[in-house]
């Protein structure tokens, strides 16, 4: 998969913005609050239809502005410039106090769920922090984003599931007392819980092996990281209709469901000791990064086709070795395109320097794109190569 050309209305602080891209790296220059992180937020708006800070859709809109548009050209099924591949054009449209318009060559989507996965991307960004120090829903939030974008009966079971969760806790909120009721949604719950809690117990199998090479990678082999799936129903034999029925009085006084996969856990630990407590700045961002790249692999592998890099300002709080090998890992043949920002230039000339290919960079400042080039020896290197 790659990205051929943007095309920005009222995004944020872009007012107009138009790039054509590298099929391989871009880079994005300037110092922060210029508006580069803003940009890949666009690019990441294109696959999940939605911003990666949680800002809602009437927020990503320009302020002053009425309406915003996303404009993009995907080739797919190619991997670098010049493979035979089909062109896209995807479009997202949206207008205050209006439903957001997704377009895909002309024909709009009946539900934005058909959407996820059609686009793969995984994005590394100084909010990944949360996954070691936040709380589970930051975990979760990773198991269904990473999943969804590769089965869709996982995503038809995580809404499904959502729906009777949200219908069983208002239940609970009003004080139904009749079991009879609550064992019809029950079912529903069960039902969709089973298939999530399986799924998620398999892709952190899966996910670990890949993880620990990348944290090793970076880090070297003397810490290790272990990855453990977390869940009420991780026991064999333990149904979620019995854990209901013994926590009906207790969830009836809380007001809200206290077992089942919205409570499911990754536990994070670096050599046997809980990531968020002891490990420093520089060993959890190294944790999170080899989490991101590990997704990045696994959709490569489930999909079959490579999914875009988004790094955004990454290289902080990391001491030269750590930085150095994710240099050079993110310019080794695995990855696809790649999008990245920061405010040091010298790591970006050295990244391009080491990697030979085509590139694009841009100054950023105040929402506006000015091409630009690396420094000479990074041109020289590529020219070399």
Known sequence: MILQSLSLTNFKNIREAQLELSPKFNCLLGDNGMGKSNLLDAIYFLSFCKSFTGATDQLVITRGEDFAILQAQYLRHAHLAGEEGVAEQLQI??????????????????????????????????????LVTGSGDERRRLMDMVISQTDARYLDAII?????????NSMLRNEIADPNLYLA???AMDASASYICQVRRDWIKDLSAIFQRYYEA?????????????????????????????????????GYTTAGPHRDDIEMLLSDMPVRRSASQGQ??????ALRLAQYEYLKQATGSAPLLLLDDIFDKLDATRVESIMQLVGSDTFGQIFITDTNRKNLDEILARSPGQYAMWRVQDGKFSPTTPLPDSQTSNQKS
């Open 93 to 130: 449209g949206m207008q205050r106090g209006r439903r957001k318009s997704l377009k895909v060559g002309g024909k709009e989507y009946k539900r934005l769920s058909e959407h996820v996965g059609k686009y793969p991307l995984v994005l590394i960004s100084p909010a990944d922090m949360d």
């Open 160 to 168: 499904r599931y959502g729906q009777a969760l949200e219908q069983r």
């Open 185 to 187: 949604i029950e079912l």
């Open 218 to 254: 970076i880090a070297g082999a003397e810490e290790k990281p272990t990855l453990t799936y977390k869940s009420h129903l991780a026991e064999p034999g333990t149904e979620l209709i019995s854990l209901f029925n013994e926590r009906r009085t207790r969830d009836a006084a809380l």
């Open 284 to 289: 959890a961002k190294t944790y999170t990064i």
